[in-house]
T-cell receptor, first 110, second 115 residues
Framework: KQEVTQIPAALSVPEGENLVLNCSFTDSAIYNLQWFRQDPGKGLTSLLLIQSSQREQTSGRLNASLDKSSGRSTLYIAASQPGDSATYLCAANRDDKIIFGKGTRLHILP | GAGVSQTPSNKVTEKGKYVELRCDPISGHTALYWYRQSLGQGPEFLIYFQGTGAADDSGLPNDRFFAVRPEGSVSTLKIQRTERGDSAVYLC?????????????FGQGTRLTVV
């Protein structure tokens, strides 16, 4: 059974810092891994999708990497801004289920 | 619309009542998922549709929960005899293909409160 873990559970950093969010999954037989952002009381916004054959994806200040063999993915946020404050969720996709971690609550201090 | 639409956005119901939650997926998306999210937790899988059929309903917590997608587009999640423990945000997602191969897009969710 796939389990997804995200570390840390919460993170507060000053504006402008670069930061890394970690995600690990127990079953490496995934089709892809997806990172989402969730603002309080809102739905999920897809940030990046990494196919299992890829090692990384980039979108603006975001870079996500995937190491299937070790069951790890990281989301790198460059030059953080207060507007980046949200919960970030990673999800491992295989077959008919998307399995989520519990998320990292990120707070960027102005 | 361009995205996944869920209605209502909020629903308050009394314990024991029946509720229906609606999801309009992105046009052309064959795969549709329902998830439930409790406070401080990640979304929890409920059911997956490929076309009109429920390909995997292993996440439904008990037989009070049922979902349909009769024409392969709009889906309705139905909860009978609601309990206070059913209170959560119910999220719907769709993707172009099933099998977890393509990007999933989520709606804004329906916040269900059972009083």
């Amino acid at each position: 059974k796939q389990e997804v873990t995200q570390i840390p559970a919460a993170l507060s950093v000053p504006e402008g810092e670069n930061l890394v969010l970690n995600c690990s999954f127990t079953d490496s037989a995934i089709y892809n891994l997806q990172w989402f952002r969730q603002d309080p009381g809102k739905g999920l916004t897809s940030l990046l999708l990494i196919q299992s054959s890829q090692r990384e994806q980039t979108s603006g200040r975001l870079n996500a990497s995937l190491d299937k063999s070790s069951g790890r993915s990281t989301l790198y946020i460059a030059a953080s801004q207060p507007g980046d404050s949200a919960t970030y969720l990673c999800a491992a996709n295989r077959d008919d289920k998307i399995i989520f971690g519990k998320g990292t609550r990120l707070h960027i201090l102005p | 619309g361009a995205g996944v639409s869920q209605t209502p956005s909020n629903k308050v119901t009394e314990k024991g009542k029946y509720v229906e939650l609606r999801c309009d997926p992105i046009s052309g998306h064959t795969a549709l998922y329902w998830y439930r999210q409790s406070l401080g937790q990640g979304p929890e899988f409920l059911i997956y549709f490929q076309g009109t059929g429920a390909a995997d309903d292993s996440g439904l917590p008990n037989d009070r929960f049922f979902a349909v997608r009769p024409e392969g587009s709009v889906s309705t999640l139905k909860i009978q005899r609601t309990e206070r423990g059913d209170s959560a945000v119910y999220l719907c997602a769709s993707s172009l293909q099933g099998g977890g191969r393509t990007e999933a897009f989520f709606g804004q969710g329906t916040r269900l409160t059972v009083v």
